[in-house]
């Protein structure tokens, strides 16, 4: 019935603050008169109280006060509220009728508990306190607030005493109405029954007494566990030196104040832990800014090549880092490390690799050779850590266009060879750093020629998972390399970033991702623009093509401005029924994304587009007059597609994938 | 997409769009042809004049209205489709399908000739 009581309660309150803002307590029962039954004034006494018993700047100060009887009694008289709003658009009545609903309440929870009035008293006052404390969200220091509530619960009932104590395991404290020591306050909280009710000296003494407690000695003594969310965070009880002086509405009582004060305690010490975690969270903050600091100000330039990187930690700080450095023959290191784990821990390994490569790469020219200085030298720290770190060196050629690579159990870098039009992956070539000091390292060169590409990155790409539970896999980053080719570098890393969060579709970042890639410029590579794309299998996402499509409009090499919208819209829209088609066709209802790349050449538009999807056959299907009696409901895109390309084919490659290559060219217009 | 529906006098329906009718917006803009259709209009002015692009998806929905209209002895004319609808409707042919005209006032007055 209790339950009732408050259910109603914070339904009321719920109720008056959703509609005014403000908020509602109950300051007693009976039949008193109220200072003011409605107005904008506060009566003196409610002031008073407010003063003494809490720090409320807002309830003394000028918005909306009520104060307001329950027009009709309960079976124990009239409730009492106060009310309060930043305005007053009428609210009054309500409260006439909540107050009314409350006094009904309090009235059934009295008859079925045969609570005293004191007991209904001294609830009133406590929810009124913890009511505004709660609200005002601004509860003083834990102690202040203990005293305050001892000292209450003192004036409320017949006992010499009151006392409080909280702490946890480490310690517990106590707190009395009339100041006094509380003896041994460990030994009660030790040895209360938990299980939420009080208990009164008869059962509690012998366990008092083993204790060596002196509180075994005294006249009475009523105690009840402070339980929130099921922890005990402490006692309140009640003392006196006569004998048997409480009675079972003592008990209510303190059953009732327990119930308060404990939900009290848990609330404030959940807000000390809020405060704590926002502190380690600076902390954090702090932490990834030293670490992002790390990171290569800027990227070395080396003729006929270009270079990208890109590092999103997981959490705040990353067991993830890339690095440049010039070995002693004056060629560029580049080095990627995953160190296994995340937070604090893996930033200082991440650190101390960071320190041991840029001191070791002035002495070294090769990548095995420096993997395996490293691997000594982090050995202890990693072992003391039980951690492991992957890692892959490459040394850039200055000379020849190459490079070689060593990889300490580093996920397969990819190797994009332009001329074959393939991707090809660069084994480990050692164990994973922190395994074994002795390991021998090897390094491997490779030849990086004009279009080639080379992908360093963290298991963060080729793990990411979808909401299936798939990586992207070797084979996932393959489809996207494919696509993004031949495009440049930091088009590339744009696009590769952007399909890690499709396939992720709304699954949060688990792992960190790094990128390092390295491209060898073509020759040919003015003569051309290449923008790559990635897009979820939705139709809502297809309008991103067309604008991207419209938005090369302008800059299209063709001297009428008119005739370059054109030229664009109609690129677009065929462009948008072909990938409308792999939507509804090759991908049947499934999820996946689709990557493709946009080309502006000289003298036409070139698209090509990657799917998982099942093979389509454009030949295949008959084109059919409309007749304008009776004309189709479908089937116009495959017409539109027809009518505005030049080029259209779709070819099955291997690994079921269906690539199709849009052309569309610059005929009938004047180029520039 | 933006769809907005005037009733000038009785049996004459404007449909005004404004923006993208494509896969996306198409669905929406076949539910509301059709339910014109249900409450028994003699003529429909679809405004496309500001219709900056159509695909496919929207063609279709044009004509699955127009076939619904005339099930119930209506008629469905498009008015100023810019020049993106209208390479659309060319390359289908739908151009012979749909009475285009170059005004909303001229589309309607259209309507008035043919009513009985």
Known sequence: MEGDLVAVFKSIKRLWHTTTEGGLAIVGRGDRPAGSVQGRKLPAAVRRALIEESPLDALKTGRGFWWVTSPSPGLLGRVQLIAWAPNDKGWGHFLQIWTDMLAFSLGEKAVADRLTEALVDAWDRLTFLYELTHIAGQVTELPDMLSSIVRLLAQVVSAE??????????????????????????????????????????????????????????????????????????????????????????????????????????????????????????????????????????LPRIAGLEL????????????????????????????????????????ILTALVHAIFHGEASHSRDPADLLQVINQILQPDLEKAEAFVTAVIVRLESESIG????????????????????????????????????????????????????????????????????????????????AINPAQVEEQLRIIVESLDVYRRDLPLRDDVTLLLVRALPENEVSREVIPFVIPVELTAISQLVDLVRN????????????????????????????????????????GQIYGRVIVEREQLVADLYDSGVPFQPSKIPQIPVDSDDPPERGYGLRLVRGLLDIFVCRRLEGERNHWHLVKKFSGVDKL | ??????????????????????????????????????????????????????????????????????????????????????????????????????????????????AP
């Open chain 1, 161 to 298: 005493d009151v006392f409080l104590v909280t702490g946890d395991d480490s310690g517990w404290e106590s707190v009395t109405a009339s100041g006094d020591l509380l003896p041994q306050p460990a030994a009660l909280v030790e040895n209360i029954p938990r299980a939420g009710r009080p208990v009164g000296l008869a059962e509690i003494q012998p366990a008092l007494a083993q204790a060596e407690s002196p509180l075994a000695q005294v006249g009475d003594l009523l105690v009840a566990p402070l339980l929130g969310e099921g922890n005990l965070s402490g006692v309140i009880g009640l003392l006196d030196s006569r004998q048997s002086c409480f009675d079972s509405s003592d008990m209510q009582l303190l059953a009732s104040v327990a119930e308060q004060v404990g939900a009290l305690i848990e609330a404030v010490r959940a807000r000390a832990a809020r405060q704590e975690s926002q502190r380690l969270e600076h902390e954090l903050e702090i932490a990834a800014g030293i670490q992002a600091s790390l990171l290569p100000v800027e």
């Open chain 2, 1 to 114: 997409m933006k769809i907005e529906i005037e009733r000038p006098k009785p049996g004459r329906v404007i449909v005004r769009l404004q923006g993208r009718l494509d896969a996306d917006t198409a669905p929406g803009l076949k539910e509301q042809l059709h339910e014109i259709a249900r409450t028994g209009a003699e003529s429909v002015v679809v405004d496309m004049q500001a219709v900056d692009f159509i695909d496919s998806s929207g063609l279709s929905a044009l004509v699955s209205g127009l076939k619904a209209l005339r099930q119930q002895g209506g008629a469905l004319n498009l008015s100023q489709p810019q020049t993106q609808a209208l390479t659309a409707l060319r390359l289908t042919m739908l151009d012979r399908v749909f009475p285009i005209f170059t005004s909303v006032e001229e589309a309607l007055s259209e309507g008035d000739l043919l």
């Open chain 1, 403 to 482: 490079f070689s690579y060593a990889s300490a159990g580093h996920v397969d870098a990819a190797h994009w060879r332009n001329r074959d039009q393939r991707v090809e992956f660069l084994p480990a070539t050692g164990l994973p750093l922190g395994i074994d000091p002795t390991c021998t390292y090897h390094s491997q060169p490779v030849a990086l020629n004009p279009g080639d590409v080379l992908y360093l990155y963290s298991d963060g790409v080729t793990e990411a998972e979808n909401p299936e539970g798939a990586f992207l896999g070797l084979r996932g980053l393959s489809d996207i390399i494919n």
């Open chain 1, 552 to 591: 090369l409009g302008p800059t299209l090499p063709i001297s009428n401005a008119e005739h370059r919208r054109q030229m664009a819209d109609d690129f677009a829209l065929a462009l948008s029924e072909v990938v409308t088609n792999q939507i509804e066709h090759a991908f049947q209802g499934r999820k």
């Open chain 1, 308 to 347: 990208a990187a890109y590092l999103r930690p997981a959490r705040r700080i990353g067991g993830d880092f890339y690095d440049v450095a010039e070995a002693k023959t004056g060629e560029t290191m580049l080095l990627l490390v995953d160190v296994a784990g995340k937070g604090t821990p893996a930033a």
